[in-house]
């Protein structure tokens, strides 16, 4: 290509070439099991990932049928405090956080970024064991009666919980661990192993956004394995900390518990935002819009969260001193956010959308995570939060932005890089089906919640019978988002059996079924285990779709690319014809 | 002038390792990246203790606190000084060692890495003698809840420091670290020196504050 790169280029053909790949590892074990393969680890992460989404999925239906009669359907109150608190610990911890930094980062980034795999690729597999054992201490929990304060399980409720809330303590403690082990080894496989030539400003926004996700998850999720540790050791040596019979303070808990947490709802909805942002413009063939912008929101983001975390404590009697600033802060994580929302539309803007899954997808990301993000605008201000703390309003705004952000934003990915990891393409019937079932489901649960709300329904209760005296529409309304739930059952059934029946039965992908243009797409599907024989040499950012690719030492590409991969921009852009 | 001639010594054994340095020079760096970040991290999990300790004594009615009555004994600072000299004095003899690795005197690093180890276990008898003597308890107040856990936390990073030492020291004279190949030296040292920082932090914050 041009002359003034070719330099970086030879230094680094000395030891990118084809001769320092080691042979593949032999037997099931070393292959499958204790895999070092960052692509067989994602895939591990999806698979149990995924079957904890159906257990804690399965909790929230328990919810859901117990809430369609006022005075509680199927379960004793006691237990419904067990289903709603394992419900979000096993959502957040167990799901959310393994599905979208542990599955789609250990898949997607290395081969983003142009890499053989991550930098410490045995750290990479301890932190995915860790993973299914924090699980099964989290279950056992339930041998013991289970935790019963909610997914923050503050104290001083907490400590009635005995042995099964110090199970609780210990398995988010450890899945702590292996949250920020996969931060650290993300940020040191951005910053140490880019391909030559791909400067910061060239990264896919993918790699930004699981960048920013890595900085959460190394440095808040401490915070947290420092509040369930001090928490474990009060439960266990009943050390006071938080018992405030003997000076402890149950605030303190909240203060540690929320600087995890609050970065912990971005560290689900960044990569979100980094799959939107690649989704976006190749199912639109037009240049993302504002790339810096983009890529720079995520670190902005990223940082603020550190700084916002009392808004969920406003009406713990926090100073008022103190709930200004925080308040003016969640104004402020807004900005950055607002601007992420405004270049995709933007991106679509004028574009030639193809309709597909993954890209239907992204549009119900765009409404339902935009109309989850207004509500949390509703949410910062003290006065409103005051009133709306303890009532279904907070549901339906916190699942507007995970169920309808970061869940849409995996499921946008899902089969988007189905086809890269397999080399078969999903059904597209199928995944539209799939789509349109889990949109309306979404939307018909969590859209009454903001009026039942706004009425006064509390959260965590069992049982209405008062609010159903005061407000009658509110056993219809239940009723109503219990139907509605059981489609987003239906679309994960749907999902899972598309993506067993696709192994099969699925056309052949190819390299670059989507007409694609960061790195992953220039290696065959299913990529080589050593991913790139030569290590790509970058030139510039992967989104103009109207230019060449700007790779060099391509050896991969066998089939060229499909022709709507050549689409020129239908009108005239900066970066048009 | 000693020094002059080893560097040249050095390059020597370097040019020799010239092949395995080439790959082994990202490695070392990826390595060291890994490593300050885990130690950052680690940093933060006794941040977020010295947050609960700092606001659990702001917001305590007196400090020390009292317990049936009683209000509870101050530490002993004098002794955790004496003890602190010995920590900090692990520091120094650390970095001696790995200077002396590098001038590849494997007689004085060794020297200096047995000195090392010595005081390091030195400084948890000491801590050993302190909780036996301190006259708080773990479980009564927030004070000793603090005190406990993070000086716990910290005697159990040198306690995890000095084993590592230990097997760094027989590593090297198994001969498992070669020319410029000793990242695991440079991560033993940044290690104990990092357990030296945040004693400065505990021995400010419980001590002298």
Known sequence: MQTGQTSTHDTHDAHGAADHIHPPPEGFVAKYIFSLDHKVIGFQYFITALLMMMIAGSFAELIRLQLTDPKGAIMSND????????????????????????????????????????????????????FPVAAVILFSSLLFGGPHAGWTEYPPISLADGTAGALWCLAIFTIGISSTMTGLNFMVTIIKMRAPGMTWTRMPLFVWATFATALMNMFATVALSAAVGALFI?????????????????????????????????????????????????????????????????????????????????PSGLAPWLQI??????????????????????????????????????????????????????????????????????????????????VMGFLAAIPYWYPKATGRMMSERLGKLGFWLFFIGLNGTFLPMHWLGLEGMPRRYATYEYFAKAFPDAVFWNRFETAFSFLMVASVGLLVFNAIWSLRHGKIAGINPWGARTLEWTISSPPPYYNFKKIPQVYDRPYDFDKPLPYGNLDNQTEPFPEYGKVVMPVPTPAGA | ????????????????????????????????????????????????????????????????????????PWFDTSFAAMNSIVLFGSGVTMHFALESWKNLNKRMFNMWLVATIVLGIGFLLGQAHEYSSVGITWQGTTMGASFFTLTGMHGLHVFIGVVYLIILGLQANRGVYTGSKYFGLTAGTLYWHFVDVIWVALFFLFYLW
């Not at chain 1, 959308?353 to 989850?372: E, N």
């Open chain 1, 79 to 130: 237990t419904y405090n067990v289903m709603f608190s394992m419900h979000g610990t096993a959502m957040v911890w167990l799901m959310l956080i393994p599905m979208v930094t542990g599955a789609l980062g250990n898949f997607v980034m290395p081969l983003q970024i142009g890499a053989r795999d991550v930098a410490f690729p045995w750290l990479n597999m301890v932190s995915f064991w860790i």
């Open chain 1, 234 to 314: 009060e439960h266990v040596f009943n050390v006071p900390f938080f018992d405030a019979t003997r000076g402890g303070s149950a605030v303190l808990y909240e203060h540690m518990f929320w600087f995890y947490s609050h970065p912990a709802v971005y560290i689900f909805i960044i990569p979100a935002f980094g799959i939107v942002s690649e989704v976006l413009p190749t199912f639109a063939r037009k240049p993302i819009f504002g790339y810096k912008v983009i890529a720079f929101s995520s670190m902005a983001i990223a940082l603020l969260s550190f700084t916002v975390w009392a808004h969920h404590m406003f």
């Open chain 1, 325 to 406: 600033p925080f308040m003016i802060l969640t104004y402020a994580i807004g900005i950055p956010t607002g601007i992420k929302v405004f270049s995709w539309v933007a991106t679509l803007w004028g574009g030639r959308i193809h309709y597909s899954t993954s890209m239907l997808y992204a549009l119900g990301f765009l409404i339902t995570f935009t109309f989850g993000g207004i509500t949390g605008i509703f949410l910062a201000s003290v006065p409103v939060d005051l009133h709306e703390h303890g009532t279904y309003f907070v549901v339906a705004h916190f699942h507007y932005v995970v169920g309808g952000g970061a």
């Open chain 2, 1 to 72: 002038m000693a020094t002059a001639v080893k560097s040249i010594e050095l390059q020597a054994v370097e040019a020799r390792y010239h092949d395995v340095d080439h790959v082994y020079g990202e490695t070392r760096d990826i390595r060291l990246l890994g490593f300050v970040f885990f130690l950052l991290a680690d940093c933060l999990l006794f941040s977020s203790f010295i947050f609960s300790y700092i606001y659990l004594r702001t917001s305590a009615p007196a400090w020390p606190p009292f317990l049936d009555g009683k209000q509870l």
